[in-house]
């Protein structure tokens, strides 16, 4: 590992001389202190000016949501999830939902020790959740890759991958594939990947076996509660499919600044959920911008229309920060609420000391299916965000990671991490939950 640890990308990446000076600029007049108005989020469409902007907000997040959205969809506390009046239920199914698990140089150092004192949070769920964003490879196909650790490609050898997805022999249940990364090591990325995921018995979403698995839900079964999960990302980082294998990963045009949000894949599968019985379905969802605090407006439309649509839970990932949680009653039932979490931040990443880019979320949701007026229903019962953090420390030579909960560390005066950046990420949490976060302060 590095003496210095790089604290984000705009640190480590090169960028132009024209590109900096744009940056700086920017920084000097303040143009970009909201979110930039027709701007691309997909590597593939991304000109000067985009690409400009992503290297600004990378090290100053933008803390602002654009105009036309009003924050107040997103400060209602989460006690309006409930069960409804005569409800009775009869069985229960407990989640847990995290957000990106991405390679860092030496994680494979951090195995058993990464989740220690996030365990029970993760690994005591019925079913828990990530996004997976580093294809596995041998280790010496990783390190041609990534060379000296300043590129944009992410990929890990099945050390690190055994370190990012488990812990003490309990592993994550469902792992999200379909996202901007998952094509980096090419078709023999994916497949390694999903055979990695088959040896350690995990559900690997988003990316088709076969041409008839393509907008097909995945269906998990736990306590005689059928949960069905559809998956999409907004892109593939400009990398292209074989004409013959298109079907390898869920990817529909999200976000794109050419034509309009396309959930046509995403309502494939929830029609296919439907058609198999789910009592309860989750979307997965690849999209945002990064190193922004809020989501977009069309975001937001999509969102609901998905909820709309017959999703009840939304599993946002790719922005790299937290963003809020909306609770959506929704008009197809309206004893129902719909729970968005529009971006659950990076839960590992080779960035150590950006309060931004070290802070993330967990949700624990609690599931009851029971009866209500004769018909059998699946609620969520309750949710609980909980606001956690990548801690660094040093065994000699290794350098290990550690995901801590925020709130264990709110009262203490430290200077590893020092109290000025435990400060940090708790403004942001208040920015983004408000009241929602009382038990923090």
Known sequence: MPRHLPASPAEVFRASVRTRAAVQCA??????????????TDLEEMKFADMAYWFYKS????????RNVPQI?????????????????DTSVALSASGDLIQADGLESSRDFLFENVASALFDADISFANYE????DEEVVRRAIGDGRTAMMCCSFAQYSALTGHRGRRFTVLNVANNHILDLGIEGVEATRRAM??????????PRHPGEYGRANIVVKNQVTIGFVSATFGLN?????E???????????????????????????EDCKKQGCDFIIASIHWGYEFEFFPRSRQIDAAHSLIEEGVDLILGHHPHVIQPLEYYRTKRDPDRIGVIAYSLGSLTWGWYTAPHLVLSMILNIQLSKGSRNGARRTYIESIKPIPVFRSISCQGKRTLMRIEKLEDHLDQCTSSPSAARINQMKDYVDLVFGSQMKSLS
């Open 244 to 270: 013959s294998e298109t079907f390898r990963v869920h990817t529909a045009k999200l976000l794109s600044r050419y034509v309009p949000t396309d959930l046509a894949l995403l309502k494939m599968q929830i």
């Open 73 to 89: 969809l997103f400060l209602h506390d989460r006690s309006v999830v409930k069960l409804p009046d005569e409800f009775r239920s």
């Open 59 to 66: 090290a100053r997040p933008i803390i602002k949501s654009e």
């Open 134 to 137: 580093s294809p596995v490879a």
């Open 198 to 207: 088959a040896r350690t018995g995990i559900i690997d979403i988003g990316a």
């Open 238 to 242: 400009a990398h292209q499919l074989p």
């Open 27 to 40: 920084a000097w007049l303040r143009l970009w202190d909201r979110p930039l108005q027709d701007v691309a």
